[in-house]
C-alpha cells in the first residue's frame, strides 16, 4: 500500500513522543493509531500496511520511513497542529466525532441510555450524549469544552458547525 495522495485521506499513526499531539488529532476528526508500547519498527510497519502516515520527532525514524514518515520539528501543540493540517489537509471526520482515547468514530445516545452511567447532576444538566462503542466511555460538552474551542480558534476553524453535545467529557 502507498501513502494517501488525497490529502483529505490523511490518516497517521504516531510515536510515543507525540502522545498528546494524538489525542488533539482525534479530536479534530483524523484516524489517529496510538500505543506507547509500540516500537518503530512496529510503526513502520503499520504505516506501511495501513496506508497511514508516520508522525515523529526522531529524525532517524522519520528518514527510515521516507514517504510514509512525516517530522513534527515544533514542540508546540498549536503550531504542531498547524503543521499538519496545511501539509495533509483538513480531516475526513468533523472535530469531536472520535473518542480521543481509543479513535473510534462516537456515536450519538439516548440521554436515557446514559442515566445510570453518568452522575446525576450531569444527567440533569445536559442533554445529548456520545458513547464510544469500542471502549464504552460516554462524552458530554463539559467544562473543558470551552478550552478546546479556544484550541480549535487558535487553528482559525471558524467554519464549523459543533452542535451542544458534541464536546468531549468523560
Known amino acids: 500500500m502507498t501513502p494517501p495522495e488525497n490529502p ?8 510515543t513522543m507525540l502522545g498528546r499531539l494524538a489525542k488533539w488529532l482525534r479530536i479534530l476528526g483524523y484516524d489517529t493509531r496510538y500505543d506507547p508500547a509500540l516500537d518503530d519498527d512496529a510503526l513502520l510497519r503499520i504505516a506501511q500496511a495501513e496506508g497511514r502516515i508516520l508522525l515523529t520527532r526522531d529524525h532517524a525514524l ?3 520511513g521516507g514517504p510514509y514518515a512525516f517530522l513534527v520539528d515544533h514542540e508546540d501543540l498549536i503550531l504542531q497542529l498547524r503543521m499538519i493540517r496545511e501539509r495533509f489537509g483538513e480531516p475526513a471526520d468533523a472535530p469531536f466525532s472520535r473518542c480521543p482515547v481509543c479513535n473510534t468514530r462516537l456515536t450519538i445516545v439516548s440521554r436515557e441510555s446514559v442515566a445510570l452511567h453518568v452522575p446525576t447532576f450531569i444527567w440533569q444538566q445536559y442533554e445529548r450524549f456520545h458513547r464510544c462503542p469500542e471502549c464504552g466511555r460516554i462524552y458530554w460538552p463539559g467544562t473543558h469544552f470551552e478550552r478546546m474551542r479556544s484550541v480549535l ?13 458534541q464536546g468531549l467529557r468523560a
Not at 483529505?8 to 510515536?15: E, H
Open 8 to 15: 483529505r485521506s490523511a490518516r497517521f499513526v504516531v510515536d
Open 153 to 165: 480558534r487558535a487553528l482559525e476553524i471558524h467554519d464549523i458547525e459543533i452542535e451542544d453535545g
Open 62 to 64: 522519520a528518514r527510515r
